[in-house]
């Protein structure tokens, strides 16, 4: 007995296990510190993406305009389908309620994180909510160029005329002080392989040859790189200059000029007016919209695409620099500028080529002008065209518009006029 009263006693007395207790017991709240500091930031950064997320959503749903006439669970499923098309959804069973009047869009949104070390503490998941208010204000100024095909293919399947139907309808919209009570300038820019101006709306300096006085008033692509960008025109650098004819070689074949070898006689280079029929001539921004109204009936369908003049020129229709000086300096306060560009087919002829991938590469180059230059850009494809060059053209997926069908162009055109007021984030 007396040697196990020992033992017990030396067990008593021993110390050399208490500094690994006491480190055990030390680390306890030091690692439930930790691991709340690890689950917190997870659900900040969660948050955080949320509000990414409802931000994208209200955008998205104030220029959307059907939300106006849907109900309160129609608003709610569609605030929901923008959020899923942002992606990365940073939170499980989420909730959105959306409301929506004239003045602005409102989203709450409510979600789960699953927590790495919860669970120590009882609690697995843990809820976050974000919210934003989006204004619906009207723009100080709104400024928009109609880039429309008018080749040979927009005659049928009543094309053309559902186009100009859509074209007045916009202008309705916009001269509508309910709708819209922003002042509003619209150009018109109707193109094939050549656009038309007026003689006396461009001076004689911007061109590379001097017009002749029964000059026809069309104008073809520019030299490269200046031809899918809206570079100014710069007086003695003929590169820059804009042309109305393009240059030929030419052989006199006895009594008149053929395309053939002339027999081995020297070829000549002739200038040679490019054609355009009857096109409708373009018309610079005006806030007379009565002007686009009427010029929209003077549009016919004849010719080849060339989209890529389409969008050089609507750039160059709210820009101020030539060779369209009526839109407002950029970075004027509050501007909205918007090109949009419709086309029913894919390209087929530029001043350089017949290969519809070359212009395509054009038209990209273009399109990339227009929006590094903050333009707010619409494609709309009726019924033919390249789908994937139109939808990569526009400002975003829901700019792109694929119509089926003519009749459909003049909602389109309305619901695009809904959406062309500045959008901000208020809260």
């Not at 007396?2 to 480190?23: E, Y």
């Not at 042309?243 to 027999?263: A, E, M």
């Not at 526009?394 to 959008?423: D, H, M, R």
Request: glycine share 8%.
């Amino acid at each position: 007995m007396a040697p196990l009263i020992k033992r017990l006693g030396r067990f008593t007395r021993n110390r050399r296990g208490s500094i690994g207790v006491t480190f055990s017991l030390a680390m306890i709240p030091i690692v439930t510190v930790l691991a709340m500091a690890t689950d917190y930031s997870k659900t900040l950064g969660s948050r955080s993406t949320l509000q990414q997320i409802l931000d994208a959503s209200a955008l998205a749903l104030a220029k959307d305009g059907d939300v106006d006439t849907m109900n309160p669970a129609q608003v709610n499923a569609r605030a929901m389908t923008y959020a899923k098309k942002v992606g990365g959804m940073p939170v499980e069973s989420l909730q959105i309620n959306a409301r929506v009047n004239s003045k602005e869009v409102v989203i709450d949104g409510t979600g789960l994180v699953t927590l790495n070390f919860g669970g120590f503490v009882g609690m697995d998941k843990m809820a976050v909510k974000s919210s934003v208010t989006v204004s619906r204000q009207s723009s100080t100024k709104l400024e928009i160029a109609l880039a429309l095909d008018n080749t040979g293919s927009m005659a049928q399947s009543g094309k053309i005329t559902e186009l100009k139907k859509a074209v007045k309808a916009l202008v309705t919209y916009m001269q509508d002080p309910a709708k819209n009570k922003a002042p509003t300038k619209i150009a018109m820019i109707p193109f094939t392989t050549a656009v038309r101006a007026n003689k006396n709306d461009l001076p004689d300096w911007i061109f590379a040859e001097p017009r002749p006085n029964n000059w026809n008033g069309c104008i073809t692509d520019r030299d490269e790189p200046y031809n899918t960008n809206d570079s100014p025109p710069v007086a003695g650098n003929a590169a820059t200059l804009f042309q109305w004819g393009t240059w030929v070689q030419r052989y006199n074949n006895g009594n008149h000029y053929g395309w053939g070898n002339g027999n081995g006689n020297q070829p000549t280079w002739e200038y040679q007016a490019v054609s355009c029929g009857n096109l409708a001539a373009m018309i610079p921004l005006t806030s007379d919209l009565s002007k686009i109204s009427d010029a929209a009936d003077t549009m016919i369908a004849s010719g080849m695409t060339n989209v890529t003049l389409g969008f050089t020129w609507g750039m160059h229709a709210l820009t101020p620099s030539e060779p369209m000086t009526t839109a407002s300096p950029e970075g004027t306060e509050g501007l909205v500028r918007a090109l949009i560009v419709l086309t029913d087919g894919e390209n087929t002829q530029d001043r350089f080529s017949y290969d519809s991938s070359q212009i395509d590469a054009r038209t990209r180059a273009a399109c990339a002008s227009a929006k590094a230059k903050g333009l707010t850009v619409y494609t709309v494809r009726l019924i033919d065209g390249n789908a994937n060059l139109l939808k990569g053209c526009a400002s975003s997926a829901e700019n792109y518009y694929s119509v089926t069908q003519a009749s459909q162009l003049t909602p389109v055109f309305e619901k695009i006029a809904g959406q062309l007021s500045k959008l901000r984030i208020a809260r």
